[in-house]
C-alpha cells in the first residue's frame, strides 16, 4: 500500500504541483491523499483540486490560540489516515506538540543548503553573502525552524550576475525536482529519523557530498 500523504500549503503550491504529478506517477510509493491550506484563496488549492485530490481550509483566523489551530489540522490530518506530511509553503509555525507528536513524518523544504539561511529573504542573504553555491534542502521538521536534520539537497551555483528573482526561479527549479526524491526515500523507510539524526538506508550519497536526485531516484 502506498503511503497516505498530505500536503500543507498557504500559497502559490508550484511544489505541491510537483508532488502531485510524482504521486500520479506508477511506482511511487506515497500518495498525496489531502491538501490542506490555511488560507482560503491559496492559488495551490486549484492544482488539488484539478488532480480530484481532497482539499481542506482550515482559516487560523479563526483561532485564538495556536495550539487549537494545530489541534483542527491534525484531527484533519487524523481522519484521512496520514501518515506522512509535507509543508510546501506553509507559513505557519506549528507547535512544539504537533511537531513532537508528527516527528519522523513531516517534512519541509526550505531554499537554501542548510544549515545556512534559515529564515526569509533567503535568495537575498545568498547572493550579499558571496556564496558561489545556493540551493535547497528537504529536512525533517523539528521544533527549531529550519534546524532540523537534512533528508536531501540539490545544489544551483549563483551567477555572477544573480538577482534575488533569478536564483530563487532555478533554485525553485531544483525544488520540484528533490522534494519528490525526498518524500520517496522516506515514504520508502530508506530515510528517517532516528534520536534526532536523519538516518540512511541502502544509501550512497555522491562523492561532493551534494545529493542529485536523479541519483537518488536510480539508486535502489
Ligand atoms: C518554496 O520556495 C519553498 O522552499 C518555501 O516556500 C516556497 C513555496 O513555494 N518553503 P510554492 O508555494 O511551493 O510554489
Given at each position: ?93 506549528l507547535?512544539e506538540?504537533f511537531v513532537e ?42 521544533a ?77
Open positions: 500500500m502506498r503511503v497516505p500523504t498530505a500536503v500543507l500549503i498557504s500559497g502559490r503550491g508550484s511544489n505541491l504541483k510537483a508532488l502531485l504529478e510524482a504521486s500520479a506517477s506508477a511506482g511511487y510509493p506515497a500518495e498525496i491523499v489531502l491538501v490542506v491550506s490555511n488560507i482560503e484563496s491559496a492559488a495551490g488549492l486549484t492544482y488539488a483540486r484539478t488532480a480530484g485530490i481532497t482539499t481542506h481550509v482550515i482559516p487560523h483566523t479563526s483561532f485564538s490560540r495556536r495550539e487549537d489551530f494545530d489541534a483542527a489540522l491534525d484531527a484533519a490530518l487524523q481522519k484521512a489516515n496520514i501518515e506522512l506530511i509535507c509543508l510546501a509553503g506553509f507559513m505557519r509555525i507547535s506538540g507528536k508528527w516527528q519522523g513524518r513531516l517534512l519541509n523544504i526550505h531554499p537554501s543548503l542548510l544549515p545556512s539561511f534559515k529564515g526569509t529573504r533567503v535568495h537575498e542573504r545568498a547572493i550579499e553573502s558571496g556564496v558561489r553555491i545556493s540551493g535547497c534542502t528537504v529536512h525533517f521538521v523539528t527549531q525552524m529550519d534546524s532540523g536534520p537534512p533528508i536531501a539537497q540539490a545544489a544551483v551555483p549563483v551567477h555572477c550576475d544573480e538577482t534575488a528573482e533569478s536564483l530563487a526561479y532555478r533554485v525553485l527549479a531544483a525544488e520540484h525536482r528533490l522534494y519528490p526524491a525526498a518524500l520517496k526515500l522516506v515514504a520508502e523507510g530508506r530515510a528517517r529519523l532516528v534520536s534526532g539524526a536523519a538516518v540512511f538506508q541502502e544509501y550512497r550519497s555522491s562523492g561532493d557530498m551534494l545529493i542529485n536526485p536523479a541519483e537518488i531516484s536510480s539508486n535502489r
